[in-house]
């Protein structure tokens, strides 16, 4: 496993330019976003790297069918390349590392998590013409192929078992990238719904994903992995610095950033950031702005 560190500062200021420059733009580029967070955790990726990425995935996209047709015959053909050939897949282990967050590791290590994997299975597919969206189901990305929206039952119509008298075309079939794009039955939908939330499928959760809301997903999920380990503070704090930069982000993301240079020891500025939250909050819940306020004060007492 290789230990990945963000590059110089001179480096990740242009890093978060480049992001902040594409994040904003009329049509956000997912790989392209997907391909600079990896550039900011690991500071061996360098412009060429970046370009090798984007030209493999061209490369990928060349070698399916032209056009095979209906959105199964598209989920097969993506299976048999990305899944079969390629070897595209995901495992409990890859939980556990900060590689599998990121699109040129996953697409040298053919391993990743389920968004990443479906970001590998978006681009491929989007370039190649098919009808492609991602869908981000509770606790499992899986990616959408045909008519985009949701059913009256909210369950993939193509996903329904086939009869020989149902010669209705299928309009959408959902694949699950992380298990090399098996096809998903409306039950096996539901059933991963259920092992996240323990609540049924609500038809709203098969709408495509927005691109920035894949992206603001992607380093949550890379912020999940550092949180667990506390050394790694460095990746926390880059990590929150992109989420920052997207045009639509939860507030209490500032929080958060606060107080994570407070326990990196930046005590003053995690002092400043805090009191600067406390008064956005205070706009609307004086109390809890109070708290943050407090906050502040034992971060600069810390300075003594």
Not at 17 to 30: G, I, K, Q, V, Y
Not at 116 to 133: I, K, M, T
Not at 252 to 274: H, I, N, P, Q, T
Not at 278 to 292: F, G, L, M, T
Request: proline fraction near 8%; charged fraction near 30%; charge should be negative.
């Amino acid at each position: 496993m290789r230990s990945l560190h963000p590059p110089p500062p001179e480096r990740s200021a242009e890093l978060r330019r480049r992001f902040t420059e594409e994040a904003r733009s009329e049509r956000p580029d997912l790989a392209t976003l997907c391909l600079l967070i990896g550039a900011a955790a690991d500071g061996t990726l360098d412009e060429a790297g970046i370009d090798a990425a984007q030209i493999e995935l061209d490369a990928l996209a060349g070698r399916l069918p032209y056009r095979p047709g209906t959105p199964r015959a598209w989920a097969s053909a993506l299976r048999e390349l990305l899944g079969e050939r390629c070897g595209f897949h995901g495992t409990p282990g890859d939980y556990q590392r900060l590689e599998s967050s990121l699109l040129h590791e996953v697409l040298r290590r053919r391993r990743g998590l389920p968004i990443l994997l479906s970001v590998v299975w978006l681009e491929v597919a989007r370039r190649a013409g098919a009808p492609v969206y991602g869908v981000g189901l509770p606790g499992h990305f899986v990616v959408g192929l045909g008519e985009t929206g949701t059913t009256a039952d909210a369950r993939p119509a193509a996903a329904k078992p086939d009869t020989r008298d149902d010669v209705t075309p299928e309009r959408q079939v959902l694949v699950d990238p992380f298990d090399g794009g098996r096809v998903l039955t409306g039950d096996d939908t539901e059933l991963l719904v259920a092992g996240a939330t323990g609540a049924p499928l609500d038809p709203s959760m098969l709408a495509p994903a927005d691109p920035l809301d894949v992206v603001l997903r992607i380093l949550n999920n890379v912020r999940a992995w550092a949180e667990a380990r506390p050394e790694r503070s460095d990746v926390s704090l880059w990590a929150l610095d992109l989420s920052l930069l997207l045009p639509s982000r939860p507030a209490k993301l500032r929080y958060e950033r606060a107080r994570l240079l407070v326990r990196r020891g930046d005590f003053l500025d995690g002092a400043d950031e805090l009191e600067a939250y406390a008064e956005v909050v205070a706009a609307v819940d004086e109390p809890a702005a109070d708290r943050i306020r407090g906050e502040a004060r034992a971060a600069r007492a810390l300075l003594n």
